[in-house]
């Protein structure tokens, strides 16, 4: 991270889990199936500072309830960070900084959304420690961040897509992200680009694709057509060289997502060709060190990229609205407003101002649960 300044360690007396039920506002259905609610895992991490006064910091373990957009899964999250990656981490003391998630943890492979929760945590409590805001910590460049809406496939069809875009639109946002699956693509996105014209507009495949099937080629080569901002994860996580035999056929940049988990697998896809841009989470990479690698590796290869979303809680939307006031992040995030996501956030909400999401100014993450909000919440105590 591009902070100058060492953050002390925070003395960690308890880590707790913290369950939610979230119902969304409106169904998000992507290639990969239909979430109506969200069971949101936070991770909370209670401490001392160094002049001894009690610091709290969250985080937000961002899996689906089912390991539907990659392994992970919110309760082999939960079970994982009970386990193991809450042990590891105070097994050499409970003197604890954010580093030491990379280093402590090192020997644990993989769930890379939980290692993400509890680093932020961890994070977000040495920086209120210290009254420094998360942004100001990541060296950000800007105070607001442009904001896409995501917007899943409508129980509806095209009418539905139709008229939920021409509300988005109205509402401010500025790009259109659609998700597609074969069956659900060439014909909306064409409705879409007939019906707002020359609106900033991509679609997103969540992995649906098959590199070898000539009628989901046919598709895609006509997506191509319809100039788009960039055409999201066409082909399966691991299939780096189908997106490398395609891509060069399409004028639209293909995008990674599910593809890449570091900054390793970036610098791999950008040297084959298979993206031209790339989707930070920083869940999906296991947090905001590995993010700013990543941002880092693409800017050499001058590849743009962009933060991404997992319907976040305004817990998660605020360490994502901080990274993506960070250098190099200049497309519109989908980092859209608490009302795109929830009647009520678990948090102070994030809304749209001229199509941006201000960056929280506060200190930490800016945005701590409303007490309202976590009473009937279920809460494991891992530690303390
Ligand atoms: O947070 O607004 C959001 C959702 C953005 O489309 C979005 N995310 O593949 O990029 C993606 C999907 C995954 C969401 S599944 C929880
Ligand atoms: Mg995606």
């Not at 373990?61 to 957009?69: D, R, S």
């Not at 992970?72 to 590891?88: K, N, Y």
């Not at 900054?263 to 947090?287: Q, S, T, W």
Request: net charge negative; glycine share 10%; charged share 25%.
């Amino acid at each position: 991270m591009r902070s100058t300044r060492p953050l002390p360690p925070v003395a960690v007396t308890a880590v707790d889990l913290v369950r939610v039920v979230m119902p969304l506002v409106r169904p998000f259905t992507t290639s990969f199936g239909r979430q109506t609610v969200r069971t949101v895992l936070l991770v909370r991490i209670r401490g001392g500072a160094a002049d001894d006064t009690e610091v709290v910091g969250w985080g937000e373990c961002v899996t689906p309830a089912a390991p539907v957009y990659s392994e992970e899964f919110t309760d082999g999250a939960a079970l994982v960070l009970r386990d193991h990656l809450v042990p590891a981490l105070l097994r050499d003391g409970r003197e604890v900084g954010a580093e030491h998630v990379g280093g402590r943890l090192r020997h644990l492979h993989g769930h890379r959304m939980a290692r993400a929760a509890l680093e932020v945590a961890v994070l977000d409590a040495q920086l209120r420690a210290v009254d420094r805001p998360l942004a100001d910590h990541l060296g950000a460049v800007r105070d607001r961040v442009p904001a896409g809406v995501s917007v899943g496939i409508p129980d509806g069809g095209t009418d539905a897509l139709l008229e939920q875009v021409a509300g988005y639109l109205a509402e401010g946002y500025l790009r259109i992200k659609v998700k597609v699956e074969p069956g659900f693509d060439v014909a909306p996105v064409t409705a879409l680009r007939g019906a707002f014209g020359a609106v900033a507009l991509q679609v997103d495949a969540n992995a649906a694709y098959d590199a070898d099937a000539p009628d989901h080629l046919a598709a895609l080569d006509a997506l191509d057509e319809l100039g788009l901002e960039m055409l999201e994860q066409p082909f399966g996580p691991a299939r780096l060289r189908d997106h490398a035999r395609h891509a060069p056929r399409w004028r639209t940049p293909v995008c990674l997502d599910e593809s890449i988990h570091d900054a390793a697998d970036a610098a791999d896809a950008i040297a084959m060709g298979a993206c031209r841009i790339v989707n930070i989470k920083l869940g999906r990479v296991g947090g905001l060190v590995e993010a700013v690698a990543i941002r880092d590796r693409c800017q050499e290869a001058g590849v743009p990229v962009w933060c991404g979303g997992m319907l976040e809680t305004g817990i998660g939307r605020a360490a994502n609205v901080a990274l993506a006031a960070t250098e190099g992040f200049d497309l519109p995030a989908d980092t859209s407003a608490s009302d795109r996501y929830w009647a009520e956030d678990l948090t102070e909400p994030f809304h749209l101002l001229d199509g941006h999401l201000a960056v929280p100014t506060g200190p930490g993450i800016g945005r701590e649960p409303r007490p309202e909000a976590l009473r009937d919440a279920e809460v494991e105590r891992l530690s303390g």
